[in-house]
Nanobody, 118 residues
């Protein structure tokens, strides 16, 4: 199994910044892609950003230019630096991890709340 533990959520004013962290433990070879999804009240969970172990990144259009994903492979940790936050970024943010290729098995963190006030 793979365990994902997030931290760094909170309340921030519009235009502010937050950094989320997600540490992976357990059977690490089962994952090589780590990323973030978010779910706002009454909405479906949506993709935010991902990064491979080689450093290749992918972003949702809604966060490009504002959010930056990075990872420390030695620590099995992924980060999400969120700048220029908007009220519409308010959501529960979930860490996600999986191994690319073959049958995809998703691992999820417990979620961390991000609230952006206007």
């Amino acid at each position: 199994q793979v365990q994902l533990v997030e931290s760094g959520g909170g309340l921030v004013q519009a235009g502010g910044s937050l950094r989320l962290s997600c540490a992976a433990s357990g059977i690490i070879f089962r994952i090589n892609v780590m990323g973030w999804y978010r779910q706002a009240p009454g909405k479906q969970r949506e993709f935010v950003a991902s990064i491979t172990s080689a450093g290749l990144t992918n972003y949702a259009d809604s966060v490009k230019g504002r959010f930056t994903i990075s990872r420390d492979n030695a620590k099995n940790t992924v980060y999400l630096q969120m700048n220029s936050l908007k009220p519409e970024d308010t959501a529960v943010y979930y860490c996600n991890a999986y191994r690319d290729g073959g049958i995809r098995i998703n691992y999820w963190g417990q979620g961390t709340q991000v609230t952006v006030s206007s």
